[in-house]
């Protein structure tokens, strides 16, 4: 894909390497900081991709900022989180993110998000620099989030 198109990709705040965020994080806040970042980048439209609840940032830039994008790649992602394994999971992140085993949240993450040693290794190593504040914020609203009743109103590909 970078062959042919610009891929850019950013941390989100309080996750890898940028900083806490005093602001409860919010998919609505990620959008919005989704558009700043084209507007210093001189970016008028894309195509904004996610993967698991970077889906749902998708959708809810999709929403918020529909004249910024071109259309959206969701890859795992969702639209809110309704099944007892995925709440539980997430539930579970929650509660290692709070206690501060960030180190033991990030193989966890990252063993089950990865198909190679390098993929893994990788994942891992920005995993563990996260903010865990903010990374129990985001999967706090994760749990919250519901976009679903909105979708019709998304007229771009996805």
Request: contains cysteine; aromatic residues 10%.
């Amino acid at each position: 894909m970078s062959l042919q198109y610009k891929v850019i990709t950013f941390d989100l705040r309080g996750h890898g390497r940028s900083g806490y965020s005093k602001e409860p994080i919010t998919y609505r806040m990620i959008a919005n900081d989704i558009a700043k970042l084209m507007d210093h980048l001189s970016i008028e439209k894309a195509v904004i991709c996610g993967y698991s609840t970077g889906g749902s940032v998708v959708l809810e830039f999709l929403l918020s900022h529909k004249d910024r994008a071109l259309g959206g790649v969701i890859i795992s992602g969702m639209s809110e989180v309704r099944d007892f394994y995925n709440e539980k999971r997430i539930a579970i992140a929650r509660l290692l993110s709070k206690a501060k085993a960030k180190h033991l949240l990030g193989l966890a993450v990252s063993w089950g998000n990865s198909n190679t040693f390098k993929t893994f290794t990788n994942m891992f190593r920005d995993a563990v620099k996260g903010d865990p504040r903010n990374i129990c914020q985001y999967y706090l609203y994760s749990l919250q989030y519901n976009c679903t009743d909105q979708l019709h109103t998304i007229s771009l590909p996805v």
